[in-house]
């Protein structure tokens, strides 16, 4: 496993796995703000899904919890299932960035996401997921097979969405957006580049969506007042980086 070291600047406290490469951060004197715009935009099931009491999320790596802290203050009604294999990541994730430990609403896994998602029991059983799996080397994530992908299609209900975090300037950008492409039969959206190359794509199992981007907007802004998420540009981004979207949303 990865050995796990921080760092602090100008209040803001940054995870690695033993270089100087940044695996997640958090404004110390606001720990459940998401503070990275990719991590942000992982959180871009809302914009499709409603939450109600009975839903059920997993996230595929834990990092310094940012998605498992906004969930579980803003979305009380959802249960969240969170797999991370390496140990040091859920202690500094407790113990360093205020990550709330296991309760009803929050379960933590130590396994491997490639053999979670080929998991029976959890066949049919999310109704969103976020993929954010990176090692040390940060060359592309961790998981990038057609079977992890068909996997994570097989947890998703229906209708279900997933959220994957991909580096845009990397040979494994590619070879992601093609697996989930062929996973999710094409039904997947860009967000325009954000940071150091991340790039956040989303894929849909279930029901064809046919809605007005306006719609899209008002569910954008409607999430920004419940929750503070900046989300007033989620829209106009997807309907701009997306071919064949530019009327409506149709996929």
Same mark, same amino acid.
């Given at each position: 496993?990865?050995?796990?070291?921080?760092?602090?600047?100008?209040?803001?406290?940054?995870?690695?796995?033993?270089?100087?490469?940044?695996?997640?951060?958090?404004?110390?004197?606001?720990?459940?703000?998401?503070?990275?715009?990719?991590?942000?935009?992982?959180?871009?099931?809302?914009?499709?899904?409603?939450?109600?009491?009975?839903?059920?999320?997993?996230?595929?790596?834990?990092?310094?919890?940012?998605?498992?802290?906004?969930?579980?203050?803003?979305?009380?009604?959802?249960?969240?299932?969170?797999?991370?294999?390496?140990?040091?990541?859920?202690?500094?994730?407790?113990?360093? $960035?205020?990550? =709330?430990?296991? @309760?009803?609403?929050? !379960?933590?896994?130590?396994?491997? %996401? *490639?053999?979670?998602?080929?998991?029976?029991?959890?066949?049919?059983?999310?109704?969103?997921?976020?993929?954010?799996?990176?090692?040390?080397?940060?060359?592309?994530?961790?998981?990038?097979?057609?079977?992890?992908?068909?996997?994570?299609?097989?947890?998703?209900?229906?209708?279900?969405?997933?959220?994957?975090?991909?580096?845009?300037?990397?040979?494994?950008?590619?070879?992601?957006?093609?697996?989930?492409?062929?996973?999710?039969?094409?039904?997947?959206?860009?967000?325009?580049?954000?940071?150091?190359?991340?790039?956040?794509?989303?894929? $849909?199992?279930? =029901?064809?969506? @046919?809605?007005?981007? !306006?719609?899209?907007?008002?569910? %954008? *802004?409607?999430?920004?007042?419940?929750?503070?998420?900046?989300?007033?540009?989620?829209?106009?981004?997807?309907?701009?980086?997306?071919?064949?979207?530019?009327?409506?949303?149709?996929?």
């Amino acid at each position: 496993m990865e050995p796990v070291t921080f760092s602090e600047s100008g209040g803001i406290r940054y995870l690695h796995f033993g270089s100087e490469l940044i695996q997640g951060a958090m404004r110390i004197r606001d720990p459940d703000e998401i503070y990275l715009e990719y991590n942000q935009q992982m959180m871009a099931w809302l914009l499709f899904l409603e939450t109600k009491p009975g839903m059920c999320i997993a996230q595929l790596g834990l990092g310094t919890g940012a998605l498992t802290k906004f969930t579980h203050r803003y979305c009380p009604a959802v249960k969240t299932t969170v797999v991370e294999l390496n140990p040091a990541v859920i202690v500094s994730a407790r113990s360093m $960035f205020s990550t =709330p430990n296991d @309760d009803r609403r929050l !379960k933590t896994l130590q396994i491997d %996401a *490639k053999t979670f998602v080929q998991n029976a029991q959890y066949q049919n059983h999310f109704d969103a997921i976020q993929v954010d799996l990176y090692d040390a080397i940060c060359d592309g994530p961790a998981a990038s097979s057609l079977d992890f992908y068909k996997g994570c299609r097989d947890v998703l209900k229906s209708p279900g969405v997933l959220t994957v975090n991909l580096f845009s300037r990397h040979k494994s950008f590619d070879l992601n957006l093609n697996n989930i492409c062929e996973a999710f039969d094409n039904r997947v959206l860009l967000f325009p580049e954000s940071h150091d190359c991340n790039v956040v794509a989303m894929a $849909f199992k279930g =029901p064809q969506l @046919d809605v007005e981007w !306006k719609e899209v907007s008002k569910r %954008a *802004k409607l999430i920004q007042e419940k929750t503070g998420l900046p989300t007033n540009s989620w829209a106009s981004g997807l309907n701009r980086e997306n071919a064949n979207q530019e009327n409506k949303l149709f996929i």
